[in-house]
């Protein structure tokens, strides 16, 4: 990581996220103002029913980037003006958009953290006038930056211990690409390929040439003259334009012994290292390294494994969270003051759709190895647990203050650590890639 790269963006005006919002959240606000539960005191929960099907686990991600938004989440002079020309709310409904600043608190697990169903991902305390209108904005972040870093977990811990590079952009839409990026390195993945990811958050970027590059060039030669003059020996040359032993060849004639990486992205990936390790072997490249990309996913990285490769390039499938392109988090009402000021547990009884009232509290039960068997969630009150086992909720916004630690670089720093160490806490069942169960069941513990 680069903090310094990162504070020059943190600088700027935080974005401006308030109208990354659903209509009816401002006109649910606007009949609240009207019958006075407006500023009732709530509580709001964010929670996946279930798993994406045979996922063991899931991670939660985006958090930075939520709690920047909030602290930006503001309505300009042309936002209201919007609202009022369209007739989405009324005067009173505009005056209070117009002074709105969040005011309560914010629990939930630490990004990077492993949740599993009904997991209290994140927790809202506020009044309902202030948390209603941050629904949107809420499920549309962790739900996209969870998705994929718990594919991207799924690649890394296939890759055991080999580096994963993040170089999905051109297949998902500009500021996910950013966001993608983002949620991949906390789950693990060494680098990113986008430039605004590096800016924005610190991390590592890579990159060396494309097909176009040796296309361009009479010969594969001179391309690969022109980048190791350009670049350096230790540049990452793509090897399979036209035929790879030739490639491979041609790369050490030119660059010698200090040829840093070749790249294969397309055919026979396996036989294909096998091949090129051998080659490399043979001219005395022992230390050039093999990269392979071509729409990687999890299970074409564990396919791998016993391949002579050093590290992978993933794209497609790391942007589209493999197969499981949302986490399917909800946010609900589980708690509010009734007329006499006194909190009171609600919760929706829909068929397949049901919730759990009341204030939740969580815990990872951990065995005398340090190894987890259960997550407790404390209802109304916060789970007894023996001196290993650990509780979940951080308090990330208190009284409408944002605290330090959670954003920027530095918040994906500690997201990285809390992933890395979150895992290895985790029964052995879940670094394979089989389907299955959640790896830990949920258990509710109710007054």
């Not at 939520?66 to 709310?89: C, K, N, P, Q, S």
């Not at 491979?248 to 040829?259: F, H, K, Q, S, Y």
């Not at 547990?345 to 039960?365: D, E, F, P, T």
Request: charged share 25%.
């Amino acid at each position: 990581m680069t903090p310094s790269s990162a504070k020059e963006y943190s600088a700027q005006e935080p974005p401006r996220t308030s109208l990354f919002t659903d209509h009816y959240e401002l006109t649910m606000l606007q009949a609240s103002l009207h019958s006075g539960a407006a500023h009732r005191s709530a509580v709001f929960e964010v929670f996946a029913r279930r798993l994406p099907d045979g996922r063991r686990y899931g991670v939660v991600a985006g958090t930075g980037r939520l709690l920047e938004g909030i602290a930006g989440f503001r309505f300009a002079e042309d936002e209201l003006a919007f609202l009022e020309r369209t007739h989405v709310v009324n005067r009173e409904t505009l005056d209070y958009l117009a002074d709105y600043r969040f005011s309560g608190d914010v629990w939930g697990y630490a990004e990077g953290e492993a949740y599993f169903p009904n997991s209290p991902i994140l927790i809202v305390e506020s009044t309902f006038a202030e948390a209603c209108i941050l629904e949107t904005y809420l499920l549309s972040v962790l739900n996209h930056d969870s998705a994929i870093a718990s594919a991207a977990s799924r690649m890394t811990v296939a890759a055991n211990g080999r580096p994963c590079i993040e170089m999905g952009s051109r297949r998902t839409h500009e500021e996910s690409a950013v966001a993608a990026a983002r949620a991949a390195v906390v789950a693990g993945f060494s680098s990113t390929s986008n430039l605004e990811a590096g800016l924005r958050y610190g991390i590592r970027t890579v990159g060396t040439a494309a097909h176009s590059f040796t296309l361009l060039h009479d010969t594969e030669r001179a391309a690969f003259e022109a980048q190791i003059a350009s670049m350096g020996a230790d540049t990452t040359l793509l090897v399979d334009t036209y035929d790879v032993e030739t490639a491979v060849r041609t790369a050490v004639e030119i660059a010698g012994e200090r040829l840093g990486a070749v790249r294969l992205d397309s055919g026979d990936l396996i036989g294909q290292a096998h091949a090129v390790r051998r080659l490399l072997d043979e001219l005395g490249n022992v230390n050039t390294r093999i990269v392979v990309t071509s729409d990687l996913d999890e299970y074409a990285i564990a396919a791998l494994a016993a391949a002579p490769v050093d590290s992978y390039g993933v794209g497609t499938a790391l942007v589209t969270g493999s197969g499981a392109p949302t986490a399917s988090m909800v946010y609900k009402l589980v708690s509010r003051t009734d007329d006499d000021g006194e909190f009171v547990s609600v919760a929706k009884a829909a068929k397949n759709k049901q919730s759990v009232g009341g204030r939740k509290y969580a815990l990872r039960r951990l065995d005398e190895s340090g190894t987890a068997t259960t997550e407790v969630i404390g209802v109304g009150h916060p789970p007894t647990g023996d001196s290993n086992d650990r509780p979940l909720l951080e308090h990330f916004i208190v009284k409408g203050e944002l605290q330090p630690g959670w954003t920027g670089a530095e918040g994906v720093d500690r997201a990285r650590a809390r992933h890395e160490a979150s895992l290895a806490e985790l029964p052995a069942s879940a670094r394979r890639m089989h389907r299955g169960e959640p790896v830990i069941p949920t258990l509710y513990l109710e007054d």
